[in-house]
């Protein structure tokens, strides 16, 4: 169970083995039991000792900005020493195993946006979205690296620049005019479409991030997103296997169904975000999707398990274990 505190004014504190969310209309109770995880955006607080009875039974606290961004994170104090794992990280950053995960990470993403436009064509009888799909699976075929990281990153990013462009563009055919412009706008979003993007790629950052910290790898030392300051590029990376499956296609189901409608959206300069029910929706849609069970290499896993899984899979590779990193590629 995911606790969502997103009232202005809402707190949490604790009562022996209970989480107490109070509020100007009502009071509710938790068991610590039962909770996987506490997203509380701004506005709301916890106290000292609810966080105490969180760190305890293990349970992950994130805190989020107004559009679903993490900002930071509380976790225990207490997790397995990842001294080696980190030492790994940095040796395959200047490595052969660098450029081959910067590759992985990307062709892993780039098939995953083909494959979704083809479920697309298949459930509309759409030509033009299987064309494109075909257009952007040839783009993993150019997924060679260069010399160096650098040299590497640049025709790698190139290539997912191309795909991702087809793909967005794509959408137009799925989506209507008054939901989606016809490309990606972050910051901020541009549209209804966007803005529910922007919403869960946020809350899909939380559960990549806590897989790297579990895996023992160092989120803010990644290989296909530069290091700067305070930029998590571990995740960034390790994140863009999951965006078709989990987030974009959780979107396109809300605004297909009208389940999101253009009313759940708050006007801003330039752009728009998602108003309280919008946010509430677009939780339980990608909470839901999380949860999900599918088949993937003769197991049944949900979508939760194998972040952890590929997290799992990168330490296993900079550390020798394994002679090539797979990227999680999702066949609807």
């Keep these: 169970m995911r606790l969502i ?3 202005y004014g809402t707190y949490i504190h604790k009562k022996k083995n209970r989480f107490i969310i109070l509020d100007q209309s009502q009071d ?17 607080a916890i106290t000292a000792d609810a966080i105490d009875l969180a760190v ?5 606290i994130v805190y989020l900005d107004k559009i679903g961004r993490p900002f930071a994170r509380t976790y225990s104090c207490k997790f397995e020493n990842s001294a080696s794992v980190h030492r790994h990280q940095v040796r395959a950053y200047d490595n052969e195993k660098g450029t081959a995960l910067m590759a992985g990470f990307i062709e892993g993403k780039i098939k995953n946006q083909s494959y979704l436009l083809k479920r697309l064509a298949k459930t509309r009888d759409d030509d033009r979205l299987r064309n494109i799909a075909e257009k952007i699976t040839y783009q993993t075929e150019k997924l060679n690296t260069g010399k160096t990281i650098d040299e590497s990153r640049n025709i790698v990013m190139g290539i997912e620049g191309e795909a991702s462009k087809r793909y967005f563009q794509a959408l137009t055919y799925v989506l209507p005019e008054n939901v989606y412009c016809g490309h990606r706008i972050k910051q901020p979003p541009g549209d209804l479409f966007n803005a529910l993007l922007s919403y869960g790629y946020g809350i899909l950052f939380t559960e990549v991030e806590k897989a790297c910290i579990l895996a023992g790898l160092n989120p803010y030392m990644g290989f296909l997103h530069a290091d700067r300051p305070g930029k998590p590029s571990m995740v960034l990376d390790l994140i863009e296997e999951f965006r078709q499956p989990v987030v974009d296609r959780s979107v396109i189901t809300l ?6 409608q253009e009313n759940n959206v708050e006007p801003v300069e330039n752009g728009f975000y998602l108003d309280n029910s919008g946010k ?5 849609a990608i909470v839901t999707r999380l949860a999900k069970v599918i088949p993937y290499r003769n ?20 550390s020798g274990e394994t002679r090539s990193y797979s990227p999680f590629v999702y066949r609807w």
């Design 299 to 318: 197991f049944q896993h949900s979508f939760s398990s194998l972040i952890e899984h590929q997290a799992r899979q990168v330490v296993k590779f900079i």
């Design 5 to 7: 505190i997103d009232k």
């Design 56 to 60: 305890k039974h293990d349970i992950d």
């Design 280 to 284: 509430h929706k677009m939780v339980e």
């Design 255 to 260: 605004v297909s169904k009208r389940i999101v």
């Design 28 to 44: 509710n109770e938790f068991s610590a039991d039962k909770v996987s995880q506490i997203l509380i955006y701004r506005g709301a």
